[in-house]
């Protein structure tokens, strides 16, 4: 069974920036896509970020472009989300998860299904 662990969310203010990361071993990461989801509380999860890992292509959600990036190391299999510029709409439990790089295809990248490896998820709050 594999479980993907996420760290690195703490409480930060707002303007601040947090660096979430993904531990994905034992995957290869090369064979998989991966996203970041986020959930607050009283909303459904909703995707922020993925890569896919085949041909590094990267999506993000409008409500994070310019501020939130992500990335991965292949020699670690760890997979990143820097978070620049929070805002208090920003916290969440945030989730990493992967799917197979060949079927999590552009237009399927935000179809939570498509997805077959997730982590517990790491809590971010942004408050002053």
């Known amino acids: 069974q594999v479980q993907l662990v996420e760290s690195g969310g703490t409480l930060v203010h707002p303007g601040g920036s947090l660096k979430l990361s993904c531990e994905a071993s034992?995957?290869?990461?090369?064979?998989?896509?991966f996203g970041w989801f986020r959930q607050a509380p009283g909303k459904e999860r909703e995707g922020v970020a993925v890569i896919n890992c085949r041909d590094s292509s990267t999506y993000y959600k409008d409500f994070v472009k310019d501020r939130f990036s992500i990335s991965r190391d292949d020699a670690t299999k760890m997979v990143y989300l820097q978070m620049n510029d929070l805002r208090s709409e920003d916290t969440a439990v945030y989730y990493c998860?992967?799917?197979?790089?060949?079927?999590?295809?552009?237009?399927?990248?935000?179809?939570?299904?498509?997805?077959?490896?997730w982590g517990q998820g790491t809590q971010v709050t942004v408050a002053s």
């Open positions: 034992p995957l290869t990461l090369e064979y998989y896509a």
């Open positions: 998860a992967a799917g197979w790089a060949g079927t999590v295809t552009p237009d399927v990248v935000w179809t939570e299904e498509e997805y077959s490896y």
